[in-house]
């Protein structure tokens, strides 16, 4: 459910995304 909700931001890549998506 997270990685759901950081692919569309992933786009965006911002750098509190990028922590999650690590």
């Given at each position: 459910m997270?990685?759901?909700?950081?692919?569309?931001?992933?786009?965006?890549n911002?750098?509190?995304m990028?922590r999650?998506?690590s």
């Open positions: 997270l990685k759901h909700l950081i692919r569309p931001i992933g786009n965006i911002p750098p509190e990028t999650y998506a």
